[in-house]
């Protein structure tokens, strides 16, 4: 029991939505950190291919971000 002597009850409703909610975050969302590190690689990467793939990573989370869509559709979501 916590201190203070009291249970606190969540809805399991509350918890069915935020799982899913961080879910779809999670599928759909890259965090500030990662597309900074990838926009930086862009700028150094010296081979074509390396640019090209880079530049295709940031265009998919950037469509992903927007139409809450996963980030790399091949792999699907946990339903």
């Given at each position: 029991?916590?201190?203070?002597?009291?249970?606190?009850e969540?809805?399991?409703?509350?918890?069915?939505?935020?799982?899913?909610?961080?879910?779809?975050?999670?599928?759909?969302?890259?965090?500030e950190?990662?597309?900074?590190?990838?926009t930086?690689?862009?700028k150094?990467?010296s081979?074509?291919?390396?640019?090209?793939?880079?530049?295709?990573?940031l265009?998919?989370?950037?469509?992903?971000?927007?139409?809450?869509?996963?980030?790399?559709?091949?792999t699907g979501?946990?339903?």
């Open positions: 029991m916590p201190e203070g002597g009291t249970i606190r969540i809805s399991c409703d509350k918890i069915t939505e935020a799982v899913s909610e961080m879910c779809v975050s999670s599928n759909c969302l890259i965090g950190d990662i597309r900074k590190a990838l930086e690689a862009e150094i990467e081979n074509p291919l390396g640019r090209e793939v880079l530049s295709t990573l265009a998919n989370a950037a469509v992903a971000r927007e139409k809450m869509m996963p980030l790399c559709q091949d979501l946990a339903v």
